[in-house]
């Protein structure tokens, strides 16, 4: 049944995608403005008013014919619904009709951005303009939902910003997103759509109230910070699993930069115990407001590029994505360090690792000095990369000012996948090569190593491989 309904879907999706129209209506195309599951959105002209007006097209599809008749009933009873809607920060939608094989939608139209083109790590919003943006969102879910309505999508290409910041809602109602709701399990078999941003109770299936709508604008706000999704899996299964039984990580320990506060007002906001989340929007908001932060001025992106643009030149990051970059700029916190301080001290037990970005350290054992680290190298990666011991096997002291990148341990074990794999590449050949380093000194310091009278390699037979003979093992 369900494997029907979204292969019907997936054919009237074809249609809309190779019929190119001119007309919705009464209204004339202009251009398409995107693509989403399951609907086109144009940008058209009203011959009623002077404003452009976004259409949205829902094809049904007539092998879908019973189905159709009930979404048909649902759109009319949403459109009704959605139309009352009345909010500074809502979408307004202006008709919808309901015609033989399709549906559409006049809403208004919003020039801006989305708010999925925020949601990397490399393209984050400032912390103030994200706060601002998400307790107009709250306000104005909560007073959809004391005109009576849930949205059930909320995510953030259904959040558009326009040029003054202020974020629209858009796709409320159920008939807006009746392809999605209806056919929720054809929805996980044909992996169109993402249950990224769906409650614990709305993955189940259950009855929904408001705080579906909660919970998933704290999923868009968890992203928005972060640049990553509170819960993430390989595969659709576990992901369900994971939003219905594991908790979100605190967002500070992904990027130690937030404020403390914000845990908390994530925590409610994914809260999947129904009576411990946010009762309404007014509650997020409210909490949202009394975050202490420092408003980030055009100073701190300066800041943040230049950053950047130190950590491009280091020889250390030469294989890592700008992307990744910046995720370490957001799990890292930049120290200027005296002369003579300790970063590190022998014996005693820390995490702390991180990169000499300028000026230079020592590295010393049992107070030896065992070498001299400058510009672009790694500092304390061994205990990182161990996998039980975290004891320090040697000191590490500034020998003039230097700026130490310090990157958060814990931070990093929650970054991306491919993060810290290429981390993991990285330091490992950094540890080799010191290793080859050290067994040179090491090597100096034996006997005289006995002389060969052939080469292996060079066109010898005695010894070539597959003869049989073990050279290792052969006595010297
Ligand atoms: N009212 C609108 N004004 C301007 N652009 C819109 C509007 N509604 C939708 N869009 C654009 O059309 C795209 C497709 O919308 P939709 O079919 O709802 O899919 P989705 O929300 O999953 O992206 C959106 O991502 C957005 O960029
Ligand atoms: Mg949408």
């Known amino acids: 049944m369900a494997g029907a309904r979204a292969a019907c879907y997936d054919r009237s999706l074809d249609r809309i995608s190779t019929r190119r129209m001119e007309t919705i209506g009464k209204y004339r195309v202009v251009k398409e403005l995107g693509k989403g599951a ?85 393209k984050l919003l400032p912390l103030h303009r994200v706060i601002g943006i998400i307790f107009k969102c709250c306000m104005a879910l909560d007073s959809a939902y004391r005109q009576g309505i849930i949205h059930r999508d909320i995510k953030p290409a259904n959040i558009l910003v326009r040029g003054d910041d202020e974020p629209m809602l858009v796709d409320f109602g159920l008939a807006l997103n009746l392809n999605k709701n209806m056919d929720r399990d054809s929805t996980f078999i044909t992996g169109v759509g993402s249950p990224s941003y769906m409650s614990p109770e709305q993955v189940k299936g259950y009855q929904l109230n408001q705080k579906t709508d909660l919970y998933s604008l704290g999923v868009v706000l ?23 039984n594991t908790e979100a990580p605190d967002v500070t320990s992904l990027n130690p930069g937030l404020p403390e506060g914000l845990n908390a007002i994530l925590r409610r906001a994914l809260e999947k115990d129904l009576y411990s989340r946010y009762r309404n929007g007014a509650e997020f908001a409210k909490d ?20 950047f643009e130190m950590l491009r030149k280091l020889a250390f990051f030469t294989e890592f994505e700008n992307v990744e970059l910046w995720e370490i700029l957001r799990i890292s916190v930049w120290r200027q360090i005296a002369p003579r301080v300790t ?67 814990p931070a990093l074990a929650l970054a991306s996948e491919e993060l810290q794999e290429r981390m993991r590449t990285a330091l490992l050949g950094k540890m080799i090569d010191r290793m080859r380093d050290v067994n040179r000194i090491a090597a100096a310091l034996g006997t005289p190593a006995v002389e060969s009278a052939q080469s292996l390699m060079a066109g010898s037979t005695r010894a070539a491989p597959g003869t049989g003979l073990d050279l290792e093992l052969a006595p010297p």
């Open 288 to 307: 949202l407001a009394a975050v202490r932060y420092q408003i980030v001025g055009d100073d701190d992106t300066v800041q943040d590029n230049r950053h």
């Open 222 to 244: 968890f992203q928005l910070l972060t640049g990553r999704l509170p819960f993430r899996a390989k595969n659709q299964a576990t992901l369900i699993y994971r939003i219905i």
């Open 343 to 409: 970063i590190i001290r022998e014996g005693e037990s820390s995490k702390v690792f991180g990169i000499v970005v300028e000026g230079y350290v020592e590295i010393s054992i049992a107070g030896r000095t065992l070498c001299r680290l400058g510009e672009g190298e790694v500092v304390g990666e061994v205990a990182y990369l161990h996998p039980t011991s975290d004891e320090r096997s040697a000191s590490v002291v500034t020998l003039e000012n230097t700026l130490f990148l310090e990157i958060n341990a």
């Open 38 to 122: 399951t609907a086109t959105v144009y940008l058209c002209a009203s011959p009623d008013s002077d404003l452009p007006v976004a259409v949205k097209v829902i094809r049904f599809g007539q092998d879908c014919a019973a189905m159709s008749r009930r979404l048909r009933k649902l759109f009319r009873n949403e459109e009704m619904v959605a139309r009352r809607l009345d909010h500074p920060n809502i979408a307004k939608v202006y008709e919808g009709v309901v015609e033989e094989n399709f549906a559409y939608l006049a809403m208004e139209y919003i020039q801006g951005f989305s708010l999925e083109a925020h949601t990397r790590i490399d």
